[in-house]
């Protein structure tokens, strides 16, 4: 079993529709979460990052951490056709090891 | 943001070359750099960390002989694929943690595409 999975999708939704996207993990020890997003034949960018549980929020952007289930979401509102992407989510355990699991991404296409 | 670059960004060479791809970190220094590489369709997969001024760290299963890395400075890591093979065609990426975060957050480089004939 993998330490991460991920919905494999894909996803197809209308513009404007809110999407989720979701992950969930089996290493307790994981307490920093990531999401990336890496548009064909490019290199992941971060998205977001948050520490352990909680809710974090960029413009359309909302990360969630549940720790207790160990799952954790990127919510996208009023999703854009520019947002077709692949998602990936990333964890790791601490700051200094550098070595994040990755989930194997969800491919979201938004259609105008 | 933090910036890395790779280079060339794609590569086509004939069995049994050698390829070098560089990462730069172009605007912070990168004491640590991560090599991976991706097949379509699938995640990233971690080949190896790279340390400047000392040995990478291979993870298993990753061939250091093949795969040498070296991290001269605190801005460039070069990952050369020696002997290449076909089934070494892959999109391989390279990553800085950026230093002084409190999280383990990584910039990535463009990718580097190798096609070996």
């Known amino acids: 079993q993998k330490e991460v999975e991920q919905d494999p999708g894909p996803l197809s939704v209308p513009e404007g529709a809110i999407v989720s996207l979701n992950c969930t993990y089996s290493n307790s020890a994981f307490q920093y979460f990531m999401w990336y997003r890496q548009y064909s034949r490019k290199g992941p960018e971060l998205l977001m990052y948050?520490?352990?549980?909680g809710n974090k929020e960029d413009g359309r952007f909302t990360a969630q951490v549940d720790k207790s289930s160990k799952y954790i979401s990127l919510f996208i509102r009023d999703s854009q056709p520019s947002d077709s992407a692949t998602y990936l989510c990333a964890m790791s355990a601490n700051t200094n090891a550098g070595k994040s699991t990755f989930g194997d991404g969800t491919t979201l296409t938004v259609k105008p | 943001g933090a910036v890395v670059s790779q280079h060339p960004s794609w590569v086509i060479c004939k069995s049994g070359t050698s390829v070098k791809i560089e990462c730069r970190s172009l605007d912070f220094q990168a004491t640590t750099m991560f090599w991976y590489r991706q097949f379509p369709k699938q995640s990233l997969m971690l080949m190896a960390t790279?340390?400047?001024?000392?040995?990478?760290?291979?993870e298993q299963g990753v061939e250091k002989d093949k795969f040498l890395i070296n991290h001269a400075s605190l801005t460039l890591s070069t990952l050369t694929v020696t002997s290449a093979h076909p089934e070494d065609s892959s999109f391989y990426i390279c990553s800085a943690r950026a230093p002084g975060g409190v999280t383990d957050t990584q910039y990535f480089g463009p990718g580097t595409r190798l096609t070996v004939l």
């Open positions: 790279s340390n400047e001024g000392s040995k990478a760290t291979y």
């Open positions: 948050t520490y352990s549980s």
